[in-house]
């Protein structure tokens, strides 16, 4: 049993080796997207900071802010109303207006967003990029590593091909530990968690292939499952809803009549902010349809979830009222597990620590797949054939002679 999944943990690697390379190399980027991205594109994501205020503290944006800002791009012909806005999460940063564009005619193409930047301060836009379009420019590296990640730049089937990879990588981790797995003495334990030095390449690499996959496992078994319920919920939330209540993810839609007039951004924002007076709201989706309401995203100060935050609030785009509220410092058993979805894959549950801890193990595949391809080719090579002895002669007789 043991040769069979040394031979299934070979084969996954194998085949999946050089994508779980890219998912970890684009994810240890990944886990400073936004520093890095300010960073490449300080035109275009940075803005000096209110008077008064300091670079970097939150920002909590009034609600008529939001809504001059839709204002200032619906009146402008280039723009036009957008899909949704995004906050500045501290001071400094712009709003963000995401536009959606035409749906990809390929389940092979990537999906294009378009993305509006627009000064806080002066409602000046300061520039504008395709959010998904490949390229290598400072505007679009980040959104292309993204992409690389989430997608393989290929859209939706690449989206599966990623979820079949997080599968791959499951069944790699545990293949692993059985391999790995020592006789139950402290000497052999200790062997099988160090790495010695001295020795041949492929003995080298063979300790360090072995050691190295018992500290990451538990790290690379969490990314696993939350890298294949980020593109394929399905698949994870039945095991989920086996263990603990799991509310249904449901399309809300408004209650109230469609032909009524319709509220405003601001008038969402205000219903949301008063049900959490303390949370800081980082986006809006504006509704395109009648029976759709407005989302609005919440950040509540004590949530696992950095950045945007988790808590999600349906308002009636009629009359305002709450339609559903999601809070995640409330959520029990099944609804529980999944917010803390994304704060573990990015490792931000665990604050600054956690951020480094992914970056350092996203490094790892590269690590494990160079090592294990020296350990297979080691193994793969014939030993070579001796010759043979040559038989030694056989002793000389001696015949009896007769003078």
């Known amino acids: 049993m043991k040769n069979l999944i040394r031979t299934v943990h070979l084969w996954a690697g194998l085949i999946f080796g050089a994508i779980l390379v890219l998912q970890g190399l684009t994810g240890s980027l990944l886990s400073w997207r936004h520093e890095l991205d300010a960073w490449l594109n300080p035109g275009l994501l940075q803005v000096a900071p209110p008077a008064g ?35 500045p999460e501290v001071h400094g940063d712009v709003f963000v207006a995401w536009y959606r564009t035409a749906k990809p005619a390929s389940s092979w193409e990537q999906a294009v967003v378009r993305q509006v930047m627009v000064d806080p301060a002066s409602l000046k836009v300061l520039g504008e990029r395709n ?61 099988a968690i160090t790495v010695r030095h001295g020795g041949n390449w492929p003995k080298f690499s063979f300790q360090l292939h072995r050691a190295a996959g018992f500290y990451t496992a538990p790290v690379l078994l969490v990314l696993a499952v939350t890298g294949v319920y980020f593109n394929m919920p399905d698949w994870v939330t039945p095991a989920i809803r086996a263990v603990a209540p799991l509310t249904p993810n449901a399309k809300v839609a408004n209650a109230s009549d469609a032909s009524a007039p319709r509220i405003g951004i601001a008038a969402a924002m205000t219903a949301a902010q008063t049900r959490f007076p303390e949370g800081r709201i980082s986006r809006v989706s504006i509704p395109a349809k009648a029976e759709q309401p407005f989302e609005v995203r919440v950040r509540q100060p004590g949530e696992l979830r950095q950045g945007s935050g988790a808590t999600r609030v349906s308002v009636d785009a009629g009359n305002g009222a709450l339609l559903r509220v999601l809070d995640p410092l409330a959520a029990r058993g099944g609804d529980w597990v999944v917010s803390t979805m994304f704060p573990l894959h990015t490792g931000e549950i665990f604050g600054l620590a956690g951020r480094i801890l992914i970056s350092v193990v996203g490094l790892t595949p590269l690590a494990f797949f160079i090592t294990g391809l020296v350990i297979w080719l080691k193994f793969r090579r014939k030993p070579a054939k001796r010759k043979a002895p040559a038989p030694a002669p056989a002793p000389a007789r001696v015949a009896a002679g007769v003078d």
């Open 53 to 87: 205020k300091q670079a970097g503290q939150p920002a909590y944006s009034e609600p008529s802010l939001a809504a001059a800002v839709v204002d200032r791009l619906v009146d402008d012909p280039a723009y036009g109303r957008p899909d949704t806005l995004f906050l």
């Open 131 to 191: 959010w998904g379009e490949a390229g290598l420019s400072r505007p679009l590296l980040m959104p292309t590593l993204f992409h690389l990640h989430r997608y393989l730049m290929s859209g939706d089937a690449g989206k599966l091909v990623i979820a079949v990879q997080g599968v791959a990588l499951f069944l790699l981790t545990l293949t692993g530990i059985v391999v790995w797995w020592p006789k139950l003495t402290l000497s052999a334990f200790w062997n």
